[in-house]
T-cell receptor, first 115, second 117 residues
Framework: AQTVTQSQPEMSVQEAETVTLSCTYDTSESDYYLFWYKQPPSRQMILVIRQEAYKQQNATENRFSVNFQKAAKSFSLKISDSQLGDAAMYFCAYRTLYNTDKLIFGTGTRLQVFP | DAGITQSPRHKVTETGTPVTLRCHQTENHRYMYWYRQDPGHGLRLIHYSYGVKDTDKGEVSDGYSVSRSKTEDFLLTLESATSSQTSVYFC????????????????FGEGSRLTVL
């Protein structure tokens, strides 16, 4: 069974600085999706960035980028020029493309942003 | 806005009472999911549906049942609520891969907070 591990329960960053959130996963599959979701205090789950496993190029969305290391099964999220609005819970998620296409989540990292 | 509505958004109930949470979508997506979110556990899959009247269990399905009589509605029922079912419940939807419309991501509702006393 696939598992997703986020080893940092909490992280903090100064406004305008850069922070990296870690995520590792375990799978025997070769094709899958990886995601980072953001959950602000409003509770809404917001997709930050997605990565298809067959793509070697790291995904980027404005200030958000990932470092996808397929062989190491690592999928970290880098937030550049951090803003107060980035404060939230961040969840790493793995989606299998076989059987039930389920989305499997890590336990989350709470990011605090200080002015 | 993915067109997903959960109701009720907040509910307090007593142990042993039945509870039904409703997820309604306007996107005509075939796949629908119920997750629960608890501190230290992230989101865990309870049940999912891949079409009308087609449902299956997730990793934490004990104590829950679901029904899907029409594409747009997916109901989660706690037949006899227990305090361990106090949680935030999320509904999610997506398109299947074989329709060529799958973007990979799930779209989530705003969550329903359930407290069982």
């Amino acid at each position: 069974a696939q598992t997703v591990t986020q080893s940092q329960p909490e992280m903090s960053v100064q406004e305008a600085e850069t922070v990296t959130l870690s995520c590792t996963y375990d799978t025997s599959e070769s094709d899958y999706y990886l995601f980072w979701y953001k959950q602000p205090p409003s509770r809404q789950m917001i997709l930050v960035i997605r990565q298809e496993a067959y793509k070697q190029q790291n995904a980027t969305e404005n200030r958000f980028s990932v470092n996808f290391q397929k062989a190491a099964k690592s999928f970290s999220l880098k937030i550049s020029d951090s803003q107060l609005g980035d404060a939230a819970m961040y969840f790493c998620a793995y989606r299998t493309l076989y059987n039930t296409d389920k989305l499997i989540f890590g336990t989350g990292t709470r990011l605090q942003v200080f002015p | 806005d993915a067109g997903i509505t959960q109701s009720p958004r907040h509910k307090v109930t007593e142990t042993g009472t039945p509870v039904t949470l409703r997820c309604h979508q306007t996107e005509n997506h075939r796949y629908m999911y119920w997750y629960r979110q608890d501190p230290g556990h992230g989101l865990r899959l309870i049940h999912y549906s891949y079409g009308v009247k087609d449902t299956d269990k997730g990793e934490v399905s004990d104590g829950y049942s679901v029904s899907r009589s029409k594409t747009e509605d997916f109901l989660l029922t706690l037949e006899s609520a227990t305090s361990s079912q106090t949680s935030v419940y999320f509904c999610a939807i997506r398109e299947p891969r074989d329709r060529g419309l799958d973007t990979g991501e799930l779209f989530f509702g705003e969550g329903s907070r359930l407290t069982v006393l």
